[in-house]
């Protein structure tokens, strides 16, 4: 598989990480201190977010959050469309199979159904859309492009990925998870573009790895009052104990090393994810620059996260790469590249 375009969009609302902490702060019963240290410890400087501030107030039941939701992913969705097909130099009826990921909302006929249609896309495009992945859609969605196109390799598949994260976030949640959820996670979108023959940056083999009695780890308590984050505290060092295992066997498979891999496209979960593949991979501080660049900028985006920093990287030619992603499940994502 070939990927011949990536195109981010970040909503028009950004903010700084000391605005977001004040409203947040205001909405809630939370401890303005405590919160203050938990948004600081992420790392993150700034947010774009799906409305502006004030409107966050508004969005008093799921209903409203998910209306917003439609609206405004909708919206981001046929801007990414737009943007990867004009870097791909391709247009809309050449696009075979759209794959949208999206766990931040609702909608049946599903947004890919609409988005298909907003973006022009053919009446028989072949759709999949998929819900539940969180952060390891966006390389999940990359995976299944690759199987299509191994089967179909003169077609042309897109990956949409849309996230509104900040309109999941509980008011009336004080615990932790949902304070350390409130300063990590940003919105955006961002769509793909493959083909199955081609130049370029290729997927050549990927794996999936799912972790059995580790549903704790990470998800959503889904209820009445919309969905509501489950963050295990035990997550970092999960990750630090199997993740970098995985990923030397996933190499060694195609006569591999670490040290053979020039660029890393990992996805931002946050400071002691990033910090503990580092150092279980022993890679080089630099390693995951633009990781920690998407992180700070933008925040955790979910699964247009991974997206984002792939089309911020610029690999190294004749080398491997490998792109990962982690998330509910637990599970983990990985994808073997050459640029």
Not at 171 to 192: C, E, H, K, P, Q
Not at 219 to 242: E, K, N, Y
Not at 258 to 264: D, E, F, M, P
Request: hydrophobic share 45%.
């Amino acid at each position: 598989m070939y990927i011949s375009g990536v195109q981010t969009v970040l909503p028009e609302h950004r903010y700084g990480q000391e605005e977001i902490t004040e409203a947040f702060a205001q909405l809630t019963s939370a401890d303005e201190e405590l919160l203050t240290r938990f948004h600081l410890a992420t790392g993150v400087t700034g947010r774009h977010l799906a409305l502006p501030l004030d409107d966050y107030a508004k969005l008093d039941s799921f209903d409203r959050a998910n209306e917003a939701y439609v609206e405004v992913a909708l919206d981001l969705g046929e801007r990414a469309i737009a943007g990867a097909l004009e870097k791909a130099g391709s247009s809309p009826d050449k696009v075979d199979l759209l794959v949208f990921c999206s766990s931040t909302g609702l909608a049946t006929p599903s947004l890919d159904a609409r988005l298909a249609q907003r973006a022009g896309l053919r009446t028989d495009v072949k759709r999949v859309p998929v819900f539940g992945l969180g952060c390891a859609a966006g390389a999940a969605g990359l995976a299944r492009l690759h199987d299509y196109l191994r089967g179909w390799p003169g077609h042309t598949a897109l990956l949409v990925c849309v996230e509104l994260c900040s309109l999941t976030v509980q008011r009336d949640d004080v615990s932790i998870a949902n304070l350390i959820a409130s300063g990590l996670f940003g919105d955006g979108a961002a769509a793909v573009v493959a083909t199955g023959r081609g130049r370029g940056r290729e997927v050549v083999a990927t794996r999936s790895k799912l972790y059995p009695d580790t549903q704790h780890l990470m998800g959503w308590d889904v209820g009445g009052h919309g969905f509501r984050i489950m963050l295990d505290a035990g997550l970092p060092a999960f990750v630090d104990r199997v993740l970098a295992d995985d990923i030397r066997a996933f190499l060694a498979d195609y006569g591999l090393t670490t040290a053979q891999v020039g660029t890393w496209i990992c996805h931002p979960g946050g400071p002691k994810v990033i910090e503990g593949i580092v150092a279980a991979l022993e890679l080089p501080a630099e390693a995951l620059e633009v990781t920690w660049r998407s992180l700070r900028e933008h925040g955790n985006l979910s699964s247009v996260s991974v997206l984002h920093v792939l089309q911020q990287t610029r690999g190294r030619p004749n080398q491997p790469a490998v792109l990962l992603a982690l998330g509910p499940g637990f599970s983990a994502e990985l994808l073997l590249m050459h640029w």
